[in-house]
T-cell receptor
Framework: TQLLEQSPQFLSIQEGENLTVYCNSS?????LQWYRQEPGEGPVLLVT?????EVKKLKRLTFQFGDARKDSSLHITAAQPGDTGLYLC?????????FGQGTELSVKP | GAVVSQHPSRVICKSGTSVKIECRSL??????MFWYRQFPKKSLMLMAT?????????EQGVEKDKFLINHASLTLSTLTVTSAHPEDSSFYIC?????????????FGPGTRLTVL
């Protein structure tokens, strides 16, 4: 049973389109982290959200933590080829990170 | 930010040999580090939690005698894959935990690609 469901797992879009990635769980997390990973490299932290209802923006990326701290979303506006990569959400629980399945994003020029 | 390094980045070894991978937090101290394994196109699978000065805590299904973890200082944890076999070939990634004010955030190393022939 996957504790943190991430969707979609694959996404192929054209440059300039918008997209949203979702992470949902029935568990409450003390915080939730989003990472981006490129092939052959380690995940790079994008943001940590802690407070229920929190919204954080990082240029064209908007992150939201659900009011109950059980779910989160990542919205990318006007996607660019440089956004291509594996996006991972991870919920903090019991001193460990619970990872979603990942979203493989491909942005075509 | 916080920088975590791993060494080596890539290793190829013969079946039956042991391989040691180092994970260092370069600009902060980490009482807790984590070791993950990642298969192609898949998410990260936690193998064990490494605590400075104490024994590591292994996840269910991970053989502690095969994957030896040592966390001798606040900036260094090592993972030794003993008697490696081809099925141990994988991408191994470590992370170090840093308190960022209101949360413990994990910062990841660049990973180590292990290939066992």
């Amino acid at each position: 049973t996957q504790l943190l469901e991430q969707s979609p797992q694959f996404l192929s879009i054209q440059e300039g389109e918008n997209l949203t990635v979702y992470c949902n769980s029935s568990s409450v997390f003390s915080s939730l982290q989003w990472y981006r990973q490129e092939p052959g490299e380690g995940p790079v932290l994008l943001v940590t959200v802690v407070t229920g209802g929190e919204v954080k923006k990082l240029k064209r990326l908007t992150f939201q933590f659900g009011d109950a701290r059980k779910d989160s979303s990542l919205h990318i506006t006007a996607a660019q080829p440089g956004d291509t990569g594996l996006y991972l959400c991870a919920g903090a629980k019991g001193g460990k990170l619970i990872f979603g399945q990942g979203t493989e994003l491909s942005v075509k020029p | 930010g916080a920088v975590v390094s791993q060494h080596p980045s890539r290793v190829i070894c013969k079946s039956g040999t042991s391989v040691k991978i180092e994970c260092r937090s370069l600009d902060f101290q980490a009482t807790t580090m984590f070791w993950y394994r990642q298969f192609p196109k898949k998410s990260l699978m936690l193998m064990a939690t490494s605590n400075e000065g104490s024994k590591a805590t292994y996840e269910q299904g991970v053989e502690k005698d095969k994957f030896l973890i040592n966390h001798a200082s606040l900036t260094l944890s090592t993972l030794t894959v003993t008697s490696a076999h081809p099925e141990d070939s994988s991408f191994y990634i470590c992370s170090a935990s840093k308190n960022t004010g209101n949360a413990d955030t994990q910062y990841f190393g660049p990973g180590t690609r292990l290939t066992v022939l």
